[in-house]
């Protein structure tokens, strides 16, 4: 059986929130992280469990402390970055 946790979720909306607001596309942030796109929409929709030294990694890439991506927000409303931005 598959477990969501509220932590899942809520470090699911803290990389949509920090990639949004860095207005990277997923392919952009799936660049950047090393990794796929496919891999970054799975994180984002809280379908991965993530390592401790991933989100490490990932909160590197936004230049932030790791802390930051769990921190309960308002769900982000819009996920999309058109895909040219850079």
Same mark, same amino acid.
């Given at each position: +059986?598959?477990?969501?946790?509220?932590?899942?979720?809520?470090?699911?909306?803290?990389?949509?929130?920090?990639?949004?607001?860095? @207005?990277?596309?997923?392919?952009?942030?799936?660049?950047?992280? @090393?990794?796929?796109? @496919?891999?970054?929409?799975?994180?984002?929709?809280?379908?991965?469990?993530?390592?401790?030294?991933?989100?490490?990694?990932? +909160?590197?890439?936004?230049?932030?402390?790791?802390?930051?991506?769990?921190?309960?927000?308002?769900?982000?409303?819009?996920?999309?970055?058109?895909? @040219?931005?850079?």
């Amino acid at each position: +059986a598959k477990i969501l946790t509220k932590a899942r979720q809520i470090l699911a909306n803290n990389i949509v929130y920090y990639r949004v607001k860095k @207005g990277w596309s997923q392919e952009k942030f799936a660049e950047l992280l @090393g990794t796929s796109s @496919g891999y970054v929409s799975e994180m984002e929709n809280a379908k991965r469990n993530i390592s401790i030294d991933y989100i490490d990694h990932i +909160a590197n890439i936004f230049k932030i402390e790791p802390h930051e991506l769990l921190v309960n927000r308002k769900p982000v409303e819009i996920r999309r970055i058109d895909r @040219g931005k850079r």
